[in-house]
């Protein structure tokens, strides 16, 4: 492995934390802190469904997806992480609660590293939020 | 790029080639030739959602996605490709008709490659199937 791989690996695996943690507790400021001001994002649902662009965008979706689960969703099991040397993709399951009902889905998210921050982000479905 | 890494990308490459080649002639041999006896599937959503285990569950779903798509679908845009020492990961877009109604999506696959096979594949979704 290079070290362009291994810091984009140790970079994306910090986000990845940060985005556990903005789910679980609401706080969303260790996961901006990562994003470059150029950053974009793509989202499968929803009223951000498909590419997103900017800070500012991202910060009132973390917001929108704390209202949507509450705090409640968590990682079960990260199954698979496949990187290179500017992208990392985790494989994950999770569960919850999504608008007070019960919520479970596989899910596929691709962190794009720059340096020490992301500069993008898309996420994927694996199943249809009832199963996984 | 270590060579083992290579192989896993040329092998996945034609796997995924094959894939397309089955989708727009409903011909499965070719992506058939190329699974592993202990092939596994994962996918998103209907009657093969879930974990599918082995060769003889692969056709049933190829031929499922032939009635399905009646070899309308095409692959619109290969966005990116990421890939380590066993596993390459496809993101697209395609388009085409599902039971004879406008479909249209972006899409995940991973093919996890073993020699000159492939025995595992997982799909992740990335739109609502309504836009891309």
């Known amino acids: 492995m290079t070290e362009g791989s291994e810091n984009t690996l140790k970079v994306a695996h910090q ?35 498909g590419l997103n662009v900017g800070k500012k965008k991202a910060l009132a979706f973390f917001q929108y997806v704390s209202e949507v689960f509450e705090q409640t969703i968590r990682l079960t099991s990260l199954e698979h992480v496949t990187s290179n040397e500017t992208t990392v993709v985790f494989e994950f399951r999770d569960e919850g609660m999504m608008w007070k009902e019960p919520y479970i889905n596989r899910i596929a998210v691709f962190f794009d590293v720059r340096e020490d921050k992301i500069c993008g982000y898309r996420e994927y479905f694996g199943s249809d939020s009832k199963s996984n």
Chains 1, 2 share one sequence.
């Open 15 to 49: 986000a990845f934390k940060n985005l556990q943690h903005g789910l679980a507790t609401g706080e969303w400021n260790p996961m901006l802190d990562m994003l470059t001001e150029d950053f974009t994002f793509w989202f499968p649902v929803g009223p951000y469904h």
